[in-house]
């Protein structure tokens, strides 16, 4: 059975500050795919990036960066020099195969983000 | 083109009542699913269709729900008899293709009720 968990239930930074939200996916698998997510408070679940678990670089995109870690099973999220508009739910959702066909996500229960001025 | 597209976007039903969720994906994509987000939850899968097969329903709670998608474009989630527990946040999401790991993109939600 697979499990993600976000062990962080809410975090709150100064803005400016940066920040790391954890996850970890406990897999039997070797291939997986991972991704992140945003729920602002509009509601929308908005994707952020799609990582693989046979990818261990790094990975920058503006003040978003990624880091894989395949020993600890962690796909950590570093937000840099932090906004008010980060302030969300950060969901990290591995890649289930459902037993019928396709697949389905599967979403850790979040991390709660407040950035203040 | 135009995103995933969900109506009604707040739904009050009184208990007993029967409701329907609709789901416009985008244009063309394949895949469709829906998921129930609890308040304070992570969203938690309920149902997939591949075009208009729905090849799986495992996340569906009771025989209370049921999915449709009959010409493999819009879906409609219908509950009925509403309990109070399924007050929750319904989200559709779509993905162009069949398989694969390409990325779900997500309607606003449809927000129920349940008095």
């Known amino acids: 059975a697979q499990k993600v968990t976000q062990a962080q239930t809410e975090i709150s930074v100064v803005e400016k500050e940066d920040v790391t939200l954890d996850c970890v996916y406990e897999?039997?698998?070797?291939?997986?795919?991972l991704f992140w997510y945003k729920q602002p408070p509009s509601g929308e679940l908005v994707f952020l990036i799609r990582?693989?678990?046979?990818?261990?670089q790094n990975e920058i995109s503006g003040r978003y960066s990624w880091n894989f870690q395949k020993s600890t099973s962690s796909f950590n999220f570093t937000i840099t020099a932090s906004q008010v508009v980060d302030s969300a739910v950060y969901f990290c959702?591995?890649?289930?195969?459902?037993?019928?066909?396709?697949?389905?996500?599967?979403f850790g229960t979040g991390t709660q983000l407040k950035v203040e001025l | 083109g135009a995103g995933v597209s969900q109506s009604p976007r707040y739904k009050v039903a009184k208990r007993g009542q029967d409701v329907a969720l609709r789901c416009d994906p985008i244009?063309?994509?394949?895949?469709l699913f829906w998921y129930q987000q609890a308040l304070g939850q992570g969203p938690e899968f309920l149902t997939y269709?591949?075009?208009?097969?729905?090849?799986?329903k495992s996340g569906l709670p009771s025989d209370r729900f049921f999915a449709e998608r009959p010409e493999g474009s819009v879906s409609t989630l219908k509950i009925q008899r509403t309990q109070q527990e399924d007050s929750a946040v319904y989200l559709c999401?779509?993905?162009?293709?069949?398989?694969?790991?390409?990325?779900?993109?997500f309607g606003p939600g449809t927000r129920l009720t349940v008095l």
């Open positions: 897999t039997r698998d070797t291939t997986y795919y």
């Open positions: 244009s063309g994509h394949v895949s």
């Open positions: 999401a779509s993905r162009g293709t069949a398989g694969g790991t390409d990325t779900q993109y």
């Open positions: 990582r693989n678990s046979f990818d261990e």
């Open positions: 959702a591995p890649v289930v195969i459902l037993t019928g066909g396709g697949n389905k996500l599967t």
């Open positions: 269709f591949q075009n208009e097969a729905q090849l799986d």
